[in-house]
């Protein structure tokens, strides 16, 4: 059935074709003047619907979903019912669909319309991933939280916001905006272990700041880094009342997020899927899938479309320092050249003093990923990164094709002999 939300984004993605209005756009302070009516707009034609909600925004560069589903993994243990919007998937009550909006936050009014439907649906929480870039158009605004989480801040769209300090300042306007926030007992959960966490203790404000640490909870999910992922969902958890034995049950059994740190195969020789995108996540990945004893060979690649092209090299590096053995491949050109992203990554592997026999180029992402499980020996670790559990390859003209990066390792399992 047709939502009034897609209806209204028809007629503005047809609205923003007209000559008059795309002249209109060029104005510098035109587009944010935009984004901010769209903003308001929305709230009211779904009539404030964060008021009747308890609302939970996450921000920060990694972790942002994974802490979202340990939070609400908690919740729906403990009885309460949560609608979720995530970069992965959108959930209202135990209905649950993919993502495939493109958005880790979504505009045209998509916030507004998610809650007005967790209301219809009798939900109490509904649960937000909150980007820097959403926050740059104002898709935060006229949504009254009742809490705002930090898990971590690392380089990420340093080109779009011109700088890391713009791209700190978006994430810290998130956690300004909470202070102002109509709802009277405003909490900050705030992960201490990142060295930005001074920053948002002050952007706090007079709000209620609750430092977190990293869980003691056995966990199902791999990463070192989920420890502190899950630490924080266990301080909201706790902070809203949910019971430390529900809390404990609910993160011990939780089974994990697809495509984040995600063990295919663990023998005879592991086969990890993660979305790791960054330099800091990919060294968190590398050292935390090295196995013992035997080689670590990845396949990792980098998105075009003129993001964050200063990565490119610094990845490379960091594969050069963790794996014995490299495979470039292609991830989301976009309109870039796909062979010049796989130059400029591996100018970051040579220069790093890696063997130029030990790193090869393959555009086909499939066939680059059968080659890394054809070479793997027992005891090996293949870490393939970058996807994770998006389910398109995004290229020239704005065309999206059908991926998979767990289907296409189930394929080459099926096809490669183990110690080949």
């Known amino acids: 059935m047709a939502s009034s939300w897609a209806t209204l984004n028809t007629i503005l993605e047809r609205a923003k074709r007209f000559p008059p209005f795309r002249a209109l756009y060029r104005i510098p302070w035109v587009p944010s003047a935009y984004h901010f009516v769209l903003a308001f707009v929305g709230a009211l034609i779904y009539r404030f619907p964060s008021k009747k909600l308890v609302v939970i925004g996450v921000t920060g560069t990694k972790g942002k979903t994974t802490t979202l589903e340990f939070i609400n993994a908690g919740l729906e243990a403990a009885g309460r019912k949560t609608a979720l919007l995530s970069s992965i998937r959108i959930k209202i009550g135990g209905h649950s669909k993919p993502n495939l909006l493109g ?3 979504p ?3 998509y916030a ?3 809650m007005r439907e967790a209301i219809k649906n009798g939900c109490e929480f509904a649960l937000l991933e909150v980007g820097s870039e959403g926050v740059v158009r104002h898709r935060h605004r006229f949504i009254d939280f009742d809490a705002a989480v930090f898990v971590n801040l690392h380089p990420e ?6 700088g890391f300090e713009n791209y700190r300042k978006a994430k810290l306007k998130f956690f300004r905006y909470v202070g102002r926030s109509s709802k009277g007992d405003r909490r900050f959960f705030i992960n201490q272990a ?3 966490a001074d920053y948002f203790i002050k952007a706090a404000g007079q709000g ?3 430092m977190t640490t990293k869980t003691e909870i056995p966990l199902r999910m791999s990463g070192e880094f989920n420890r502190e992922n899950a630490g924080i969902a266990e301080a909201v958890l706790r902070s809203f009342g949910v019971k430390d034995t529900t809390i404990r049950k609910a993160l011990g059994e939780f089974a994990g997020v697809p495509g984040r740190m995600e063990y295919v195969q663990r023998k005879p020789f592991a086969v990890v899927v993660d979305y790791a995108h960054t330099p800091d996540s990919l060294k968190a990945v590398y050292e935390d899938a090295k196995p013992r004893g035997g080689r670590l060979i990845c396949v990792l690649g980098s998105a075009g479309g003129g993001r964050d ?3 490119r090299p610094e990845m490379g590096k960091i594969a050069a320092q963790h794996c014995q053995k490299i495979i470039l491949t292609d991830e989301d050109p976009f309109d870039e050249s796909p062979g010049q992203i796989l130059l400029e990554i591996k100018d970051g592997v040579l220069d790093a003093g890696f063997a130029p026999a030990n790193v090869r180029e393959v555009l086909d992402r499939g066939e680059a990923i059968r080659r890394a499980i054809s070479s793997a020996h027992p005891g090996d670790a293949v870490v393939i990164t970058g996807k994770g559990s998006e389910s398109c390859v995004r290229v020239a003209g704005g065309r999206k094709i059908p991926w998979s990066d767990v289907a296409a390792v189930r394929r ?6 183990p110690g080949a």
């Open 157 to 162: 769209h340093i080109e779009s916001h011109g």
């Open 112 to 114: 507004q319309y998610f």
């Open 107 to 109: 505009g045209r009014f």
């Open 412 to 417: 080459a399992l099926g096809q490669a002999h």
């Open 103 to 105: 958005n880790t936050q």
């Open 208 to 210: 209620k700041i609750i």
């Open 309 to 311: 092209k200063w990565k």
């Open 194 to 196: 990142d060295k930005n």
